[in-house]
């Protein structure tokens, strides 16, 4: 089992920045796919972006040019560059590990086994 701890969250105006950060403790990091997930109030958790183990990358529609993932694998870190923040990113950012390497959709919340206990985003027009 794999624990996940998300920090760097916050609150900033529209078009500004954030970077979040994953660090990841007790699996075999660099052989996971990763994913940042996100969920606002009244509505179900969605995709942001995914990075599998051989660095592949994955965007929501609705966040590519702005947002950027990344990972560290000597470091045991997911990152997460926001970038053009807008009010409707808004919501709680989550970290998530696929160590079961459970087949399926990039964006499918079931496929990962392991979820860190998420960071709060708030972005103001």
């Known amino acids: 089992q794999v624990q996940l701890v998300e920090s760097g969250g916050g609150s900033v105006q529209a078009g500004g920045s954030l970077r979040l950060s994953c660090a990841a403790s007790?699996?075999?990091?660099?052989?996971?796919?990763m994913g940042w997930f996100r969920q606002a109030p009244g509505k179900e958790r969605e995709g942001v972006a995914t990075?599998?183990?051989?660095?592949?990358?994955v965007y929501a529609d609705s966040v590519k040019g702005r947002f950027t993932i990344s990972k560290d694998s000597a470091k045991n870190t997911l990152y997460l560059q926001m970038n053009s923040l807008e009010p409707g990113d808004t919501a709680m950012y989550y970290c998530?590990?696929?160590?079961?390497?459970?087949?399926?959709?990039?964006?499918?919340?079931?496929?990962?086994?392991?979820w860190g206990q998420g960071t709060q985003v708030t972005v103001s027009s």
């Open positions: 007790g699996g075999t990091f660099a052989s996971y796919c």
């Open positions: 990075i599998d183990s051989d660095g592949s990358t």
């Open positions: 998530a590990a696929d160590s079961a390497w459970t087949p399926g959709n990039w964006f499918d919340p079931s496929k990962y086994s392991d």
